[in-house]
């Protein structure tokens, strides 16, 4: 592929979409064409599919197939309308989760077989896997916070489905994503995010300056 794939990973609360969009406005003050998008979601299905996820205002009960099958199906719906093409024509691709947080929930937060979960995440991407991976670890708690304090500043009524869940969920997810970053090294970056902001952001431009540098001939 001629673009740069990078996703942004980490539990509930972790400051991904705020260094997202830091990172991608640095990009662009570099001339790269910068694509950020989300999952579940980053298309009209997948954003419907979404909607499902988060709110399930059907009031039925989602039995955990159904779940790991509904993120596949907007993976591979994303995948194929938005990353694909990007790459393709050599843009730079950020994503607000990936196939990692299927492990991560799906797999050591909900107990599913990590085997057929790696399956089911093979056949969603079409061998479209990130070049780099940011994983922003924090203590369950002070994510949680700061999703409460969030909520009451944009003045939002109660928090998702997921985010919902018990904090023992929410620490095997965390659990989880260390170990899926000490599996995968040469991709995964982790960083500590209860640091300062304006930190996190610099030890993530050193962390991705040398790729960009060799693909897009960034300062």
């Not at 947080?101 to 107990?111: E, K, L, P, V």
């Not at 790696?118 to 916070?145: Q, S």
Request: proline share 2%.
């Amino acid at each position: 592929m001629k673009g740069l794939f990078i996703s942004f990973e980490g539990p509930e609360g972790s400051g991904k979409t705020t260094q997202i969009t830091r990172l991608a406005s640095k990009l662009r003050a570099q001339g790269i064409e910068v694509v950020t998008t989300r999952e579940p979601g980053g298309t009209k299905t997948g954003e419907l599919i979404r909607e499902i996820l988060q709110h399930n205002l059907s009031g039925e009960n989602i039995y955990e197939e159904t779940e790991i099958l509904l993120f596949a199906a907007s993976r591979a719906q994303h995948v194929r309308s938005v990353i694909q093409p990007a790459l393709e024509r050599g843009a730079c691709v950020i994503s607000d989760r990936f196939l990692d947080s299927t492990i991560a929930y799906q797999g050591f937060g909900r107990g599913m077989k990590i085997p057929s979960l790696e399956w089911i995440n093979k056949y969603a991407v079409a061998n479209i896997i990130p070049e780099m991976t940011f994983l922003l670890d924090l203590a369950v708690e002070e994510g949680m916070d700061r999703i409460h304090k969030r909520n009451r500043m944009i003045k939002m009524d109660g928090i998702d489905r997921m985010e919902s869940e018990s904090l023992s969920f929410h620490k095997a997810v965390r659990a989880g994503y260390l170990k899926i970053a000490r599996k995968n090294r040469a991709r995964f970056r982790l960083i500590h995010a209860s640091q300062e902001v304006d930190k996190i952001e610099d030890l993530i431009w050193k962390q991705i300056k040398g790729v960009c540098k060799k693909k897009y001939d960034v300062k």
